[in-house]
């Protein structure tokens, strides 16, 4: 089992960009689809960015098309997210996670091995 920890974020102006980091423990890394995903106070887990095991695929929820971008280094175990022209409403906890056959949108709702994810918090 991945033992994931995130790291990168911070307090930003809107417009700014971050870049976030998912560093594994685990030979397996290198198998597994990851995705990115953030928790707003008072909302549930959603979907950001995928990426599948070898990078050659990438999946992103419509609202930042076009600023986020999601990339991963397998010698390194490591996914990362880089997010450009952040918006007030980025402002989130985000955390990675394994993919599963089911779909981004069922390790959203179901995965239960979150880590301390790393606070992103847009300003106006």
């Known amino acids: 089992q991945l033992q994931l920890v995130e790291s990168g974020g911070g307090l930003v102006q809107a417009g700014g960009s971050l870049r976030l980091s998912c560093a594994a423990s685990?030979?397996?890394?290198?198998?597994?689809?990851m995705g990115w995903f953030r928790q707003a106070p008072g909302k549930e887990h959603e979907f950001v960015a995928g990426i599948s095991w070898n990078g050659g695929s990438t999946y992103y929820t419509d609202s930042v098309k076009g600023r986020f971008t999601i990339s991963r280094d397998n010698a390194k175990n490591t996914v990362y997210l880089q997010m450009n022209n952040l918006k007030l409403e980025d402002t989130a906890v985000y955390y990675c996670?394994?993919?599963?056959?089911?779909?981004?949108?069922?390790?959203?709702?179901?995965?239960?091995?979150w880590g301390q994810g790393t606070q992103v918090t847009v300003s106006s």
């Open positions: 996670a394994p993919g599963t056959p089911r779909g981004w949108a069922a390790v959203a709702s179901d995965y239960k091995d």
């Open positions: 685990g030979r397996t890394f290198g198998t597994y689809a």
